[in-house]
């Protein structure tokens, strides 16, 4: 019995090559998507379960990392003090018309770190407030954490099974 829907699948490079679909290329798509979407599925994990937030987040132009703010109360900035490693979800579903194949999406790994020093917590912030000017007053509170997290790579999904893997520090 053939399957109507094939299972997602990276592509290898000899397929990114004949399909024109380069590393340029998916950067590209990954930043207009990541600079259109304002928002994240944050995902951290702790006392042995998995656990999703939605975050207001920033990315700087190499991509190499992301910037986001919680409050230091929440379960998320708990999650992210006993482990650091975490993922992103940035889709465009409520921007495209409701068909599979126009929603592009990137899962984002990597290693968070909560920024401790003034300085480097403004830099970061300031990157933050750029995107989200209605978080200033948030993100200066003294019961907020600036989280920066270094990103180890992107996974670009798009037309519902074309996964391509890219490496920001590969470039």
Not at 69 to 78: D, G, M, V
Not at 83 to 99: E, Q, T, W, Y
Not at 155 to 171: I, S
Request: charge should be positive; aromatic fraction near 10%.
């Amino acid at each position: 019995m053939k399957k109507s829907i094939e299972e997602p699948m990276c592509r290898d490079k000899s397929f990114e090559r004949h399909c024109k679909f380069d590393d340029e290329a998916i950067k590209n798509n990954i930043s207009e998507l990541l600079e259109s979407e304002s928002f994240a599925v944050l995902s951290t994990q702790g006392k042995g379960q998995p656990y999703a937030s939605i975050i207001g987040y920033s990315s700087t132009p190499d991509l190499k990392n992301i910037v986001f703010a919680t409050s230091k109360e929440t379960r998320k900035f708990s999650l992210i003090t006993e482990s650091r490693k975490v993922a992103l979800l940035v889709d465009n579903r409520s921007s495209v018309p409701p068909i599979i194949n126009k929603i592009c999406a990137v899962t984002i790994t990597g290693q968070s770190h909560i920024l401790e020093e003034a300085t480097d917590q403004g830099k970061w912030a300031d990157l933050l407030v750029k995107k989200h000017p209605y978080l200033k007053e948030f993100v200066q509170a003294p019961s907020t954490a600036v989280i920066l997290v270094d990103v180890y790579r992107y996974f670009y999904v798009r037309r519902f099974q074309e996964v391509f893997e890219w490496n920001p520090h590969q470039r």
